[in-house]
């Protein structure tokens, strides 16, 4: 059973620092992975998708990687600005299923 | 292009009660996949729907049931509510085998009193 998890579950940092968000999985076998964000009581908004054979992806400020191996990926964000606060979710689709597991997400609030 | 589009947004529910929720595929888009968020937590599949059939289902009771039509949007009905019902609904379109990854909607927000 594939199972998502997050690290950490929350994270407050001063505007200006570059972070990391870290995403574990335990089955390798999966098709892509999906970075999420989340505001308050919203949808999922598509952040990065990263397809098995891929190691990194980018856009502006956010980079994700993925090591399917040790079962792994990281969105980086750099330069983090107030609006980036929100909840950041990874999710990850099984080969051959037809669902999203996803983690339970890392809370990130970013102080002016 | 239009994005997934839900409606309604927020639902106020009597436990025991039926609900139907509504989605709208983004354009393009053939395969539709509902998620349910409880708060704090990350979404659960709860099924997909492709060609209007159900095309893989999560852990839940079948008193959670869906539809999808010829043009591509979908419904998720729920019977016999229970408090633990209560939750951010997500649905989620895609092309099928999700090559370009999946996009959500806003959610509907169910509460079960």
């Known amino acids: 059973k594939q199972e998502v998890t997050q690290i950490p579950a929350a994270l407050s940092v001063p505007e200006g620092e570059n972070l990391v968000l870290n995403c574990s999985f335990t089955?390798?076998?999966?098709?892509?992975l999906q970075w999420f964000r989340q505001d308050p009581g919203k949808g999922l908004t598509s952040l990065l998708l990263?397809?098995?054979?891929?190691r990194e992806q980018t856009s502006g400020r956010l980079n994700a990687s993925l090591d399917k191996s040790s079962g792994r990926s990281t969105l980086y964000i750099a330069a983090s600005q107030p609006g980036d606060s929100a909840t950041y979710l990874c999710?990850?689709?099984?080969?051959?299923?037809?669902?999203?597991?996803f983690g339970q997400g890392t809370r990130l609030t970013i102080n002016p | 292009e239009t994005g997934v589009t839900q409606s309604p947004t927020h639902l106020i529910k009597t436990r025991g009660q039926q609900v139907t929720l509504r989605c709208s595929s983004q354009?393009?888009?053939?395969?539709v996949s509902w998620y349910q968020q409880a708060l704090g937590q990350g979404p659960q599949f709860i099924f997909q729907?492709?060609?209007?059939?159900?095309?893989g289902r999560g852990n839940f009771p079948p008193r959670f049931s869906g539809l999808q039509f010829p043009n591509y949007s979908s419904e998720l009905n729920v019977n016999a509510l229970e408090l633990d019902d209560s939750a951010l609904y997500l649905c989620?379109?895609?092309?099928?085998?999700?090559?370009?990854?999946?996009?959500f909607g806003s959610g509907t927000r169910l509460t079960v009193v």
């Open positions: 990263i397809q098995s054979s891929q």
């Open positions: 999710a990850v689709l099984i080969q051959g299923a037809q669902k999203l597991v």
């Open positions: 989620a379109s895609s092309l099928v085998g999700a090559t370009y990854g999946y996009t």
């Open positions: 089955d390798s076998a999966i098709y892509n």
């Open positions: 354009s393009g888009h053939n395969t």
């Open positions: 729907y492709y060609r209007e059939e159900e095309n």
